[in-house]
């Protein structure tokens, strides 16, 4: 990557990295949207074009704070297209002129990245769940069957991130941790592999986040598969070395 950026001029360099930066904003915006409930499933394909112009837009504007504006403009656009490091379109405005669209690659923004330094956070290993996600299985897994409503799971005190949070433990393989359902209000609860993980998982849990205290569940609880819970673990987290499930108190 390093070799791709040195083949760059500054002009062409400072193009990329003004159009990864409005790249980066764009998508941290869409995550804090996410995070008051405001989500939508638009592609990246599709959300990641930035408009150029000549427009009023943050891309054109940086640009041209920067005194980079200028009739070479299409050809440093042109210049980076052919490295494959960014992609360009026309799209028409309400009196149909062509204003220029770009959006950075892949490739792009690893490049920027190994330039830069730097470092994106590294995912957890598969099946593998964050505090934050374990926190919103012991909430639940405390409220008992009748569960939380959405909306204080969301909104209230200590609320949580749909995207991030909630909706992967629903959608989690290889069964669902969590399931909504309606009473008549729209509520969340554990499903009974949810509460099996929480019961096998109790006392990482308390280790993993101190100040969660749980009390028992009295939801009937399924057989789990003990590989499977070690996948599932907090680091170096304690299991129970027989089959039942152990109750957290």
Not at 104 to 118: F, P, S
Not at 133 to 160: C, I, K, N, T, V
Not at 161 to 172: E, Q, S
Not at 234 to 242: A, D, I, K, L
Request: charged share 25%; net charge positive; glycine share 8%.
């Amino acid at each position: 990557m390093s070799d791709v950026w040195a083949e760059l001029n500054d002009r062409q360099r400072t193009y990329l990295g003004t159009l990864y930066e409005c790249d980066q904003a764009t998508e941290a915006g869409r995550r804090e949207r996410a995070t008051r409930g405001h989500w939508d499933r638009t592609p990246a394909s599709v959300w990641r074009w930035q408009m150029y112009g000549p427009a009023d837009s943050a891309l054109y504007t940086r640009l041209r704070t920067a005194g980079l504006v200028d009739p070479g403009t299409g050809s440093t656009w042109t210049a980076l297209e052919n490295r494959r490091l960014v992609q360009c379109r026309y799209v028409p405005d309400t009196f149909g002129m062509q204003l220029l669209e770009v959006q950075i690659t892949a490739l792009g923004r690893k490049v920027v990245r190994a330039a830069t330094g730097e470092q994106r956070p590294k995912p957890p290993p598969k099946g593998q769940l964050r505090e934050r996600q374990w926190a919103a299985l012991a909430r639940l897994y405390a409220a008992g069957d009748a569960g939380e409503l959405s909306e204080d799971m969301m909104y209230g005190r200590g609320g949580f991130d749909w995207m991030r949070t909630l909706l992967r433990l629903r959608d989690y393989k290889p069964s669902p941790l969590m399931e909504e359902y309606r009473a008549p209000e729209s509520r969340m609860r554990l499903t009974p592999f949810g509460a099996t993980t929480i019961s096998v998982n109790g006392h990482a849990i308390k280790r993993c986040i101190p100040t969660l205290m749980l009390r028992s569940h009295p939801r009937r609880y399924q057989p789990i598969d003990k590989e499977f819970t070690r996948d599932l673990n907090c680091s170096e987290s304690p299991r129970p070395q027989n089959g039942n499930s152990e109750e957290v108190t």
